[in-house]
């Protein structure tokens, strides 16, 4: 292995290793790996998860050993290079940190880079980390299978269906990185939708997951904070009440009150940028133009287009 020069580029592909009989790391070796007989050398070639390819007894002389380091080659698993390494431990720590926050969405972005290595959840090799990482993709593909069975029994259930109906828009936004547990959500997505409430709910859950998802962008709470008031305002009294004000009051505190238009009472009007706010009671609203009074008698006309998404919902949704 060291002198033949012709076998450099396929030793290359192995780490050589030479054990000398007398000293504890031999007997370890021996007890894990017994060969049949008493001579030496013992020729081993193990795999990076500790599998035995090949033990024999005498060296391998001619042509024995390159067919031999071939053949084990084949059934060794695809190599990493340093920065393949790197990737793979990095994805498996902070896939697994996620994981264990509860953040499923942060640890399926932490895996998804490998996807440029092979197929998530059975990358061609065994070394520790992919090990790892295939174990870790396996566990989140479970639990997607857990979940997408958990939004079907509550979509099966009247009173629960806002809630299966965001659970599934969810999953398939979480999941999508893994091509046969997508294959599912889509298909549980596409039977909802032949059913008129289940599309209407599906409609409504996208919105509400579509607002969500801005508080994981950083400085995006209180612009998810906005818009699920927004849609708690459009959805009050409806099937999806309940869901959104749940979602709303994980973000802003199980005691935050979704405003409401008392007629002819004084509240606060704010514009769109959030920099110009006035106490007004609401007079009406002609075409794109509100009109509003002040506490001084004072009237303001506003650009309906100018006003916030929140006083806009609240506008839009009035009761004559």
């Known amino acids: 292995m060291v002198s033949d ?32 007989g008493n001579t030496i050398p013992i020729v081993y070639v193990i795999r990076a998860d500790g599998e035995k390819i090949f033990a024999g007894r005498s060296a391998l002389s001619g042509g024995e050993l390159p067919r031999m380091l071939r053949a084990a080659r084949r059934q060794s698993g695809g190599t990493l290079n340093g920065d393949q390494y790197k990737l793979v431990q990095q994805a498996v720590q902070t896939g697994q940190e996620a994981l264990a926050r509860g953040d499923v969405a942060g640890s399926v972005r932490a895996v998804r880079p490998l996807s440029k290595l092979g197929p998530l959840g059975e990358l061609p090799s065994y070394a520790q980390p992919v090990r790892q990482a295939n174990a870790l993709v396996q566990k989140i593909v479970r639990r997607g299978h ?7 029994k509550q979509l099966a259930q009247k009173e629960h269906a806002p809630a299966g109906a965001l659970a599934l828009v969810t999953a398939e936004r979480t999941y999508g990185a893994f091509p046969e547990l997508k294959k599912l959500l889509v298909a549980e997505v596409r039977k909802a939708s032949r059913d008129a409430q289940q599309k209407s709910l599906l409609v409504q859950a996208k919105a509400i997951d579509k607002a969500r998802l801005r508080a994981s962008v950083r400085g995006g709470r209180k612009q998810a904070i906005s818009d699920l008031t927004s849609l708690a305002i459009r959805y009050r009294d409806g099937p999806a009440e309940a869901t959104v004000l749940e979602v709303l009051r994980e973000l802003a505190g199980k005691d935050y009150v979704v405003p409401s238009l008392q007629a002819g009472a004084y509240r606060s009007w704010q514009d769109a940028s959030g920099k110009f706010r006035v106490v007004a009671r609401l007079i009406g609203v002609t075409g794109s133009k509100v009109e509003l009074e002040r506490k001084d008698g004072q009237k303001v006309t506003v650009p309906l287009t100018r006003l916030s998404a929140i006083d806009r919902a609240l506008l839009e949704t009035r009761k004559e």
Do not use: G, H, I, N
């Open 5 to 36: 020069r012709a076998l450099t580029p396929l030793v290359a592909q192995f780490v050589p290793l030479k054990v000398d009989v007398s000293t504890a790391d031999w007997k370890q070796l021996a007890r894990r790996y017994p060969v049949p």
């Open 146 to 152: 857990v979940e997408l069975a958990a939004a079907q």
